[in-house]
């Protein structure tokens, strides 16, 4: 067995041979360069081109191309008419954005545990978490992987609530062959540089639904929409925060689009090829990621997850056990692996949920009645705290253009470390 790299072995991955993401070409540098010889850089000519490419990519009839995910979230939020004192639910181990849209908009997020087989809002926690002021569910198809929908949708329409989907790294995954951001009532994508379509930063509002896309619409501006006959009354009309983006960046993002198909099979592919490797090498104390039948999964994050049970570490406390997988996260990178710690603590932990004060003052929780049922403690999220202590992302080494020679590479170099667990000391490894 060859000594491991982060005690002095040869990394299994020279650096070098890894591609960078995402891949810059001639189309990307022709766009750009066209776009920056326009008469102007505000919206025009190529954020119309973006929306109108991107609005049939993701099979919506309405884009609003803005300045990152966060800011589409928020205009969902606004788009389905959720204001002050109202609830959202929302899985607890995500991007802090998924739930902080809710707060932007004075709402109150209301948290629910996740699955322990994916890592996805677990559908069966959903109805013990909705009250009189629960107006969304807000999914987050995470790392790429769509949430269960037929349970999700059926609590939805049961009690007549909106879905707002968290499609920021699910760019076309699929459930049930339908795609992220069709499988609720509006969606939010992020262009960001570590999304599986880029460019640099930004991102896209997009649904079927007139009426949400206009409400959404009216968060874009400087605050000086007016309400119209045909929509009295917005939530927020007065409250703008102008997120537009330029032509320069819906250029590059256009680029990066019309080269999606490519860059999509690619991961796919390397995603499985590795999968492949690591299901041959049945490496013991190695969880493997799981893609229900029914889903299409983009591997935006391929998760591999330590089984403290199986190592016999399972009686270890949860900060023993995070050591300890820190540990094997920074042996995996010194064999050259680019990999991380993806979402250290769930969002109930983070500083803003549990002071519950986000405006100051306490708000929105201080909204009268707001905080109804709603209880952050990190016991009623079990599975999630277990992930967040668990699980290693892999992330832009299997993007295009790296190809399945290097996913293989991840493989030898992950059998490598997993194979010498007893070695792995977290005191020698700072
Ligand atoms: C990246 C991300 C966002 C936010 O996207 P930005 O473009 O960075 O604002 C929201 N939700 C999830 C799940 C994300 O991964």
Excluded at 201 to 220: H, K, P, Q, S
Excluded at 239 to 268: C, D, M, S, V
Excluded at 272 to 296: D, Q
Aim: aromatic share 10%; glycine share 6%.
């Amino acid at each position: 067995m060859q000594d491991l790299a982060i005690y002095g072995g040869k990394p299994a991955i020279n650096a070098s041979e890894i591609k960078n993401w995402p891949p810059i070409d001639k189309t990307d540098e022709e766009l750009v360069l066209a776009a920056l010889h326009e008469k102007s850089q505000a919206r025009s000519t190529y954020t119309a081109l973006l929306e109108k490419e991107f609005k049939a990519f993701s099979e919506t009839a309405y884009a609003y191309f803005c300045n990152c995910g966060g800011a589409a979230l928020h205009m969902c939020i606004a788009g389905c008419g959720i204001g002050a004192g109202d609830q959202v639910i929302v899985t607890s181990y995500t991007w802090p954005s998924s739930a902080s849209c809710i707060l932007h908009n004075m709402a109150v997020p209301v948290f629910v545990d996740i699955d322990p087989e994916t890592f996805l809002m677990d559908p069966a926690k959903i109805e013990a978490a909705i009250t009189p002021r629960t107006k969304a569910i807000l999914v987050v198809h995470l790392h790429g992987l769509c949430c269960d929908m037929d349970p999700i949708w059926a609590i939805a329409k049961k009690h007549q609530l909106k879905i707002i989907e968290d499609a920021c790294q699910a760019h076309n995954a699929l459930y049930k062959g339908k795609k992220a951001g069709t499988l609720g009532d509006c969606a939010a994508f992020s262009f960001n540089q570590n999304k599986c379509m880029t460019s640099g930063e930004a991102g896209i509002f997009v649904t079927n639904d007139r009426e949400i896309f206009d409400r959404g619409m009216t968060l874009t501006g400087f605050s000086d929409m007016q309400p119209t006959k045909a929509a009295p009354e917005f939530p927020a009309y007065a409250f703008a925060h102008k997120f537009a983006n330029n032509e320069i960046t819906a250029a590059y993002a256009l680029a990066q689009l019309r080269k999606f198909p490519g860059y999509y099979q690619q991961l796919i592919d390397n995603a499985h090829a590795l999968h492949e490797e690591l299901l041959k090498a049945k490496l013991k104390g190695l969880k493997l990621p799981y893609e229900p039948a029914n889903c299409t999964h983009n591997w935006y994050n391929y998760n591999l997850r330590i089984d403290f049970d199986a190592i016999g570490m399972g009686a270890k406390t949860n900060a023993e056990k995070s050591q300890f997988r820190n540990a094997v996260c920074k042996a995996l990178q010194a064999e050259g692996v680019i990999c991380g710690v993806w979402q250290r603590c769930i969002l109930p932990e983070m500083t803003i949920f549990r002071a519950k004060n986000a405006y100051g003052h306490g708000y929105p929780w201080a909204v009268p009645g707001a905080d109804d049922g709603v209880d952050y403690a990190p016991a009623n999220f079990p599975n999630a705290v277990k992930y967040c202590y668990s699980h290693i992302a892999i992330v832009q080494i299997l993007r295009a253009p790296n190809d399945t020679t290097m996913a293989r590479k991840v493989a030898e170099a992950i059998k490598k470390v997993f194979t010498q667990l007893e070695k792995i000391d977290p005191a020698k490894i700072s």
